[in-house]
């Protein structure tokens, strides 16, 4: 707050400054001071001279009417100078402290004796208090927060209320302040990136919080990227290597106390500064308590963030240990290679790889091996002849069902692409063109030729068939075989956002921006490129798949496992929030094949690929199950598309396989080959025919260099 001269006051000397700022600003714009000192316990870290100074400087502010300087000088005052600056300064005063920490209060109660008087100790909240801690600072608007005011709605307070309540034994249901203040942070955080793309968002919705499994992780990692870069991996090694303590060989870790002045030696042993403790102190990482002998001691903040420490550091023991065996390996091929071992050297070699495989499994072993000597930009497949004997007898099947389009009412024009972009390239398909043109036939007479789409039910223009569609053409090269431009149909579908709806709803009924046909259109319209002449048609499809990307990467739902949800998640519309393995397979699938992916969206995915998933049978499958509602919010339409879990998962894997690192590649082939040990030809031939497309597709995608599906 700015002060300017003020003729009365500025004629003495104050030996303490802070009844002086006050009383001018009180002077020039009269009002109530309250002062909030936060995390109080801080202050005692300081030398005793300042702390010294500190609390005669307060006395004065809140119990002197006017200083002594002033007393001493009264005679060349006038009686209306004397009565302004006499009128008291109403100030309060409001200390924030850690319960046990309390008792150092007492070092200031000489001079400020009322200091303690009304006391207050905060504990866990209710739900309700806890539900006004989430809402109300939220909707505080100030020039001075990075974001705008924003509110939760009821669905995503509930999420967040029923995580984190718990209660005791016989007591009433309560939760910790501090789990709101990291899940409020990281929400915040979110409205201030979409700010950052020009989007302005004013309620946060259960899409919008961050994923509760991994909720302090990614608050930890918050934190550390407040760092400096270069400091960065130092202060992780410290908290990893000094900061915590494996319990007894137990696999169990605790958080503890260091003297401030070993850690200030191990600062030397890691070249890093001794600023890097108050780094992590600010940024909530660390605490600092003062130590029986009179100095100080540091541990690690709270319980929360011990657990993600020690997921970081498994995880670089890990990628140690399996860089170690890589080069052991090598160093094995080298010694044969160049038979300069000897038996006794064999002998050591063979014990160490015998004590790696008591460590690890043989499939760590082999992938480990192969991703050390190939350079395979795609997964390695441990068992090819399986997968091949797989593929060859879907492709048997899926050529049946092909050999029937347009033969047979019982496949419509959606699964018959389906069937023909599973098929393109094989060796052999349709040499003469005659399925080509049995397919050809039966789009062109489905057509519905007063939107220039196609429709799976009879009355709506279906964006998802038209897509698959529109796409398989464009592989094919029949484009431009129709009486009218079905690319031009999707174009005039795109809506403001840069998304596509499943379906045109009549106007009465709800529409809602798709994942799945937005991911769907894009393939469509980049597939039809290479068959559109027209360079000003061309232009405007660019200028649709930019937007259509755009949405894509705006409305990713965790960006942390690169993971999209079936609908855009906004305004607390929706009813299905969960996200979709499947939606996101696709969609991380189209953002490559675009060339508008990137490195970290692809790490990402293959960090998040979970054993659990590739054990699920292959014709597991997701449905969206989403109610379409009129004005009156009754449902009118619902959307029961399904969506297989495993062949996009696949998909997406080897398109983001090349940007992993070892420990990334090695995870994504472990859990690969998971998938490979689990198929079953006889029980995939008994699925449904689009089903058995969709798998062939992810099949022949990991296994022929030559099928690049698009």
């Known amino acids: 707050m700015p002060e300017h001269p003020h003729p009365v006051l500025d004629r003495f000397v104050y030996p303490y400054r802070l009844w002086h700022h006050f009383k001018k600003i009180q002077l020039t714009q009269p009002r109530k001071f309250l002062l909030i000192f936060d995390q109080f316990e801080e202050f005692f870290n300081n030398p005793p001279s300042v702390q010294e100074r500190f609390k005669k400087e307060l006395a004065e502010l809140l119990y002197t009417t006017v200083p002594n300087v002033i007393r001493e000088h009264i005679d060349q005052l006038t009686h209306e100078e004397y009565d302004i600056l006499s009128e008291p300064v109403d100030v309060h005063v409001l200390f924030s402290i850690r319960s046990d920490r309390l008792s150092s209060m007492h070092s200031l109660t000489d001079v400020l004796p009322h200091l303690l008087k009304n006391r207050f100790e905060i504990r866990s909240l209710s739900v309700e208090q806890a539900r006004q801690a989430i809402i109300k600072p939220a909707a505080i608007e100030s020039p001075a927060f990075a974001t705008h005011s924003f509110t939760y709605d009821e669905e995503a307070l509930q999420a967040i209320l029923s995580q984190f309540s718990s209660a005791a034994d016989g007591q009433e249901v309560s939760v910790e302040p501090f789990h709101l203040q990291i899940i409020c942070q990281a929400c915040e955080v979110k409205i201030e990136q979409k700010l950052l793309h020009h989007e302005k968002d004013l309620e946060v919705n259960r899409s919008d919080l961050p994923s509760f499994d991994n909720l ?36 169990e870790y605790r958080r503890i106390p260091v003297d401030k002045d070993v850690l200030l030696s191990e600062l030397v042993n890691i070249s890093a500064p001794p600023e890097i403790l108050d780094m992590l102190e600010q940024a909530f990482l660390i605490r600092r308590e003062q130590n029986s002998v009179g100095g100080y001691s540091y541990e690690i903040a709270h319980d929360t963030i011990l657990d993600p420490i020690v997921n970081i550091k498994k995880q670089k023991q890990q990628r140690d240990n399996e860089r170690k065996m890589a080069q052991l390996i090598m160093e094995k091929r080298r010694i044969e290679r160049e038979r300069i071992y000897g038996r006794t050297t064999l002998a050591l070699l063979v014990v160490l790889l015998l004590s790696l495989l008591a460590y690890f499994n043989w499939e760590t072993l082999y992938f480990s091996y192969r991703i050390a000597v190939d350079e395979d930009t795609k997964p390695i497949i441990r068992k090819p002849e399986k997968l091949a004997f797989i593929a060859d007898k879907l492709k048997d099947e899926v050529m049946k069902s092909a050999r029937q389009i347009n033969l047979t009412n019982d496949i419509n024009s959606w699964e018959a692409s389906q069937l023909m972009a599973a098929l393109y390239g094989v060796d052999g398909f349709d040499g003469n063109g005659i399925i080509k043109k049995q397919y050809l036939n039966q789009a062109q007479k489905t057509l519905n030729k007063n939107s220039c789409c196609w429709r799976e039910m009879v009355d709506i223009d279906d964006i998802r068939a038209t897509s698959w569609i529109i796409s398989t053409n464009g592989i094919l090269g029949l484009t431009n075989r129709f009486s009218c431009s079905t690319v031009h149909f999707l174009l005039t579908q795109q809506d403001s956002s840069g998304a596509w709806p499943m379906f045109i709803l009549p106007p009465a009924v709800k529409n809602y921006s798709a994942t799945y046909a937005t991911a769907h259109a894009l393939r ?19 200028s649709a798949i930019g937007r259509g990307v755009q949405w894509l990467q705006l409305t990713i739902a965790d960006k942390h496992s690169s993971r999209w949800s079936d609908y855009e998640q906004k305004e607390g519309e929706y009813e299905s929030l969960a996200v979709s393995k499947s939606l996101s397979g696709l969609t991380l699938h189209t953002l490559n094949i675009l060339s ?19 054990s699920v049978d292959i014709n ?7 109610g379409f509602k009129t004005e009156n919010t009754a449902v009118a339409f619902t959307d029961a598309t399904r969506h297989l879990v495993i062949p996009w998962q696949l998909i997406a894997t080897a398109d983001a396989y090349n940007s992993g690192s070892f420990s990334e590649k090695l995870k994504a082939n472990k859990w690969i080959d998971v998938v490979v040990e689990n198929l079953d030809a006889d029980k995939i031939a008994k699925t449904d025919r689009f089903a058995k497309a969709e798998v062939l597709i992810a099949l022949r995608y990991l296994l022929e260099e030559q099928y690049h599906f698009k």
């Open 216 to 251: 302090y992780g990614d608050y930890y990692k918050r934190q550390i990227e407040k760092l400096p870069l270069h400091l960065r991996d130092k202060a992780q090694q410290l908290l990893e290597n000094n900061l915590i303590h494996e319990v007894g060989g137990s696999n």
């Open 524 to 542: 469509a319209l980049y597939n039809s490129l290479p068959n559109i002449k027209d360079s000003s048609f061309a232009r405007q499809i660019h």
């Open 596 to 614: 508008r992916s990137n490195d970290t969206l692809n790490r990402n995915w293959l960090k998040s690929l979970e054993t659990a998933d590739a």
């Open 620 to 626: 597991l499958r997701e449905r969206s199950d989403k």
